[in-house]
């Protein structure tokens, strides 16, 4: 499974981007995509998980309320629109998919399998 990450850029504080990850094929039904994010100088932190099939979503607390992770199932995207968008965002945004994540993982790294490249978003003040 090939992701392709996009939509970075640099957004004022209060502002909107959205992210899109492109999968290149979904494997079965427990297959789950989410976007994970690293600062300078900080781990990777999950920020947002959805099961492709069911829909369920998931955030961390700092963006629950900001962030919505959807999927489009026809062309195999998740997309991340980030609102009110907050310095402390600004990362390195990446996109990754899982085809067995269980519940109790879904926020760990190491519970997904494909990774999608980097993409940047800054938010200045």
């Known amino acids: 499974v090939q992701l392709q990450a996009s939509g970075g850029g640099l957004v004022q504080a209060g502002g909107s981007l959205r992210l899109s990850c492109a999968a290149s094929e979904r494997t079965s039904s427990r297959f789950f995509g989410a976007w994970f994010r690293q600062a300078p100088g900080k781990e990777r932190e999950f920020v947002a998980a959805?099961?492709?099939?069911?829909?369920?979503?998931y955030y961390s607390d700092s963006v629950k309320g900001r962030f919505t992770i959807s999927r489009d199932n026809a062309k195999n995207t998740v997309y991340l629109q980030m609102n009110s968008l907050k310095p402390e965002d600004t990362a390195v945004y990446y996109c990754a998919a899982g085809a067995s994540v269980i519940l109790s993982a879904i926020k760990s790294r190491h519970a997904y399998t494909y990774w999608g490249q980097g993409t940047l978003v800054t938010v200045s003040s």
């Open positions: 959805i099961n492709w099939n069911a829909g369920y979503t």
